[in-house]
């Protein structure tokens, strides 16, 4: 089956700086969600990945699928507090999700 | 227009017992899904539906049931409840399958079993 291993498992960043989060595929990928959760909610759409090289962006989030379709980073520039929660990656259409990266910004 | 709500927000069930959790979307949409959320492991699914009448088996489908009676409405029940099923449980729906539709969360049920 799919796997999906999420980078770093949790990261802590002052407020006004960049991070980086890492989705790894054991196969290579159809096409990839991301989705941020606020602690104790649900999960809200951020992107969806589906061609190799493909790059988006939203606001200060901008998420990329290299070109062998098995690794995903997202990356946010400039954190916020609003930037806090669980981001989650997730494949389709096998519809298999890593295992969240816990972000939390210090003002 | 609610998107996807869930029914209960929070329970707690004694070992043995039975429960139903309900969803319900306003979309139209034709697949639904039902998701656990445990610590460290993300969403694994259960259960999903690709149209009214019909289900299947996700990953983790054992000590769960689903029904799919009306197409706005997806059901998971618990025959008889277990500590391993503590979890906090998300239901998802999108217009079709095949992944490249954005899937519409729910706000989730917290499920704790003693």
């Known amino acids: 089956s799919q796997e999906l291993e999420q980078s770093p498992q949790s990261l802590i960043v002052q407020e006004g700086k960049n991070l980086t989060i890492n989705c790894t595929s054991s196969?290579?990928?159809?096409?990839l969600y991301w989705y941020k959760q606020k602690y104790g909610e649900g999960l809200i759409f951020l992107m969806m990945?589906?061609?190799?090289?493909e790059e988006k962006s939203h606001e200060k989030i901008t998420a990329k699928l290299d070109e062998k379709k098995q690794q995903s980073s997202l990356h946010i520039t400039a954190s916020q507090p609003s930037h806090a929660g669980i981001y989650l990656c997730?494949?389709?259409?096998?519809?298999?999700f890593g295992g969240g990266t816990r972000v939390l910004v210090k003002p | 227009n609610a998107g996807v709500t869930q029914t209960p927000k929070f329970r707690v069930l004694k070992t043995g017992q039975s429960m139903t959790l309900l969803c319900a979307q306003d979309?139209?949409?034709?697949?639904m899904y039902w998701y656990r959320q445990d610590p460290g492991m993300g969403l694994r699914l259960i259960h999903y539906?690709?149209?009214?009448?019909?289900?299947a088996k996700g990953e983790v489908p054992d000590g769960y049931n689903v029904s799919r009676l009306k197409k706005q409405n997806f059901l998971l029940g618990l025959e008889s409840a277990a500590p391993s099923q503590t979890s906090v449980y998300f239901c998802?729906?999108?217009?079709?399958?095949?992944?490249?539709?954005?899937?519409?969360f729910g706000p989730g049920t917290r499920l704790t079993v003693t």
């Open positions: 539906s690709v149209g009214e009448g019909t289900t």
């Open positions: 997730g494949a389709f259409p096998k519809l298999t």
């Open positions: 979309m139209n949409h034709e697949y």
């Open positions: 196969k290579t990928l159809y096409g």
């Open positions: 990945l589906q061609k190799g090289g």
């Open positions: 998802a729906s999108t217009p079709v399958g095949g992944g490249s539709y954005e899937q519409y």
